[in-house]
Nanobody, 114 residues
Framework: QVQLVESGGGLVQPGGSLRLSCAAS????????MSWYRQAPGKERELVAGIVGTGSRTNYADSVKGRFTISRDNAKNTMYLQMNSLKPEDTAVYYC???????WGQGTQVTVSS
C-alpha cells in the first residue's frame, strides 16, 4: 500500500536550518509529481514547494523562495526539503503529498523559536 513517511522536524532557532525527508513506498515514486505542504495553528494548509518526477522542475511559494530547496532521490524513493534561514512564521506541521494519488503523509512538526 502507499506510504509517505516524513522525518527531520524539530525545534530550531530563528536563522537555523533543517532538512525534512519524505520516504515513499507502494507506488512508482519516480513517475509522480510530489509536493510539500504546511499547516500552522489556526491556518489553512498551504503549498510550500513541488517537484516533477525527474526533479528537473520545481516551484515554490513566494514566502519560502530563496530559503527552501525541494529535491528528490528517485533511487531512494525519497523527497527532501532543505530549509534555511528559518523564521518563526515557518512554524507548522509539514506534510508530504502525492497529488496524483491524493495521498498525504502523517506530517512532521517544525518549530522555529528562540
Amino acid at each position: 500500500q502507499v506510504q509517505l513517511v516524513e522525518s527531520g522536524g524539530g525545534l530550531v532557532q530563528p536563522g537555523g536550518s533543517l532538512r525534512l525527508s519524505c520516504a515513499a513506498s507502494g507506488f512508482t515514486f519516480s513517475t509522480y509529481f510530489m509536493s510539500w505542504y504546511r499547516q500552522a495553528p489556526g491556518k489553512e494548509r498551504e503549498l510550500v514547494a513541488g517537484i516533477v518526477g525527474t526533479g528537473s522542475r520545481t516551484n515554490y511559494a513566494d514566502s519560502v523562495k530563496g530559503r527552501f530547496t525541494i529535491s528528490r532521490d528517485n533511487a531512494k524513493n525519497t523527497m527532501y526539503l532543505q530549509m534555511n534561514s528559518l523564521k518563526p512564521e515557518d512554524t507548522a506541521v509539514y506534510y508530504c503529498y502525492a497529488p496524483g494519488l491524493r495521498f498525504w503523509g502523517q506530517g512532521t512538526q517544525v518549530t522555529v523559536s528562540s
